[in-house]
């Protein structure tokens, strides 16, 4: 497998565009920076994406159901939530390139280099000592170890207390501190740093007189808790009990990451997991645990990927940790697990006049439910999931192969049919084959070119099996049934196709992998 070094985002890019996953938006008017169309590929990975998100909260879990909340809320839920006076980013200018950064990251980049000056030392030390290396006792004794970790600490407490401080002025002094440049320009001329608020504010009515304010949804978190009364009493749930949803969301982002990673317009899948007061934490560990469980059944090794608990909490939190996984850039944030307390329905219940406490009746106490959040960007996790399956792979015969090693439950396309000839019957047959597993999988039907490279274009979109139909197949009713992965080729009664596929192919073998673990 390659490198994550090797995995070049051009790379991943040049594949995802030329192979039908992504689109740049409005590509025939040249283009509107930061927006991206999924393609007929890359919308059927994505709701593959989604269905297994989903299906992990409402097959596995009785007391989790689903909604499907409006984009446009009143906006006095904004005001409730503390999105238009609190939503704000840290950002700071560089003079000389006229590109605006986020501070926060800006610091967090400069911690990340003193992480990876300490995992390049431990890494040399173990080439050098080989199998008696004590990873422990070398950065408890080596100077430069403990030098780097010593200016790592500094900056990390400095930076912690700046945020939580929300002292602009000493974000800046860090930067200017730890001598950080602009990417782009090279120079430290730095403006001030600065707050700037999220939100996309619009107007609605039908005439110009007429006209309120509405804000585009900035996470679709706020719609499960104000539709969170009627789904408990419609649906006689009892604590605990969540409530999920698969929605987009809108964030006026100054700094938008390239290639679908942050965009203005996203996807989330978020569930909000309502519990007894006190109970929160052990929900809080139980869905970290949980959340990673889901994410490590896909295959991808553990080692990629990890907790990081947030440095500042939002003012509704009292725990939040993120899941970072490492994406050829390093690890970078896909999900995360908030503890959000009672503020979101507390403030709700406060700016509506409506009694949204709930009446336990096993000991007859009536309180405002806390709240466990999980929260994933779909985007995010489809790029971390092309990341991760791309490849270019040396054969044996010294050529070389591009294969998406996809999971075979989330790829675009299950089964490739092949007739191996374009007469003598085979493509009836094909196409006989294909009528029948249609209906259980997305399968394409190829007949034109040699069968090698059909093969590569398969590999190169992640189709984890081809079946291949030859003269004997007439006779024996058998086909090849070819793996993406290993290349291995087996023969197979056509009869068997269908239950042979399903094992491995069906999001239900992620779910009972989930389950069993």
Known sequence: MLSNSEKTMEKVVALCKGRGFVFPGSEIYGGLANTWDYGPLGVELKNNIKQYWWQSM????????????????????????????????????NRDSKKRYRADVLIEDQIAKYDEKIAKEVAKARKRFGDSFDEEKFCATSQRVIEHKQKRDALHSRYKKAMNDVNLDELKQIILDEGIVCPISGTRNWTDVRQFNLMFKTEVGSTAEGTSTIYLRPETAQGIFVDYLSVQKTGRMKLPFGIAQIGKAFRNEIVARQFIFRMREFEQMEMQFFCKPGTEMEWFNYWKNMRMKWHQALGFGAENYRFHDHEKLAHYANAATDIEFNMPFGFKEVEGIHSRTNFDLSQHEKFSGKQIKYHDPETGESYTPYDVETSI????????????????????????????????????????????VRKDGLPELGEKIMKDLRYHFNCKY???????????????????????????????????????DTMTQERIKIAALRGALEDRVSITSLLKKIAED
């Not at 971390?384 to 490849?391: D, L, Q, Y």
């Open 377 to 420: 960007g779909v985007d995010r996790m489809f790029l971390s999931v092309m990341c991760h399956s791309f490849e270019e792979e040396k054969l044996e015969n010294g050529e070389t192969r591009t294969v998406l090693h996809l999971p075979q439950q989330l790829a675009p396309t299950k089964l490739a049919i092949l007739p191996l």
């Open 58 to 93: 409402v097959l596995l879990h009785q007391n989790i159901v689903g909604i499907d909340a409006a984009i446009f809320m009143h906006p006095t839920v904004w005001k409730a939530s503390g999105h238009v006076d609190a939503f704000n980013d840290p950002l700071i200018d």
């Open 446 to 484: 190829e007949d034109k070119d040699s069968i090698g490279k059909r093969y590569r274009r398969q590999d190169a979109i992640g189709t984890p099996y081809c079946i291949t139909i030859d003269h004997d197949s007439l006779k024996d009713e058998c086909v090849t049934l070819r793996n993406r």
